[in-house]
């Protein structure tokens, strides 16, 4: 397994951006896609993100295309998740995972999981 650690959370003002970073400790860090997800107080976790071991397939939420970027920097054993246009509906705490293998948008099949990161946007 591997080891996670989000970090650019904050707050922020509608129409606003953040980037969000998630450190990867551990082995074989490329081989793993990686998923962001996010969960709002009183509603389940929802996936919002994925992204192949290689960074050329990618995979979104309808609610974030087109605003949302996945991307991941191997050598330095990083992804990266560039939020624009944020919204107030985008508040929630964001975690980072990671699996073997193919990117899938289930969460329940990433073993690794970081700790989370806070994004409050505001109207």
């Known amino acids: 397994q591997v080891q996670l650690v989000e970090s650019g959370g904050g707050l922020v003002q509608a129409g606003g951006s953040l980037r969000l970073s998630c450190a990867a400790s551990g082995r074989s860090f490329s081989s793993y896609a990686m998923g962001w997800f996010r969960q709002a107080p009183g509603k389940e976790r929802e996936f919002v993100a994925a992204?192949?071991?290689?960074?050329?397939?990618?995979y979104y939420a309808d609610s974030v295309k087109g605003r949302f970027t996945i991307s991941r920097d191997n050598a330095k054993n990083t992804v990266f998740l560039q939020m624009n246009s944020l919204k107030p509906e985008d508040t929630a705490a964001y975690y980072c995972a990671a699996r073997p293998g193919f990117p899938v948008l289930l969460g329940d099949e990433y073993p690794s999981w970081g700790q989370g990161t806070q994004v409050t946007v505001s109207s």
């Open positions: 992204i192949s071991w290689s960074g050329g397939n990618t």
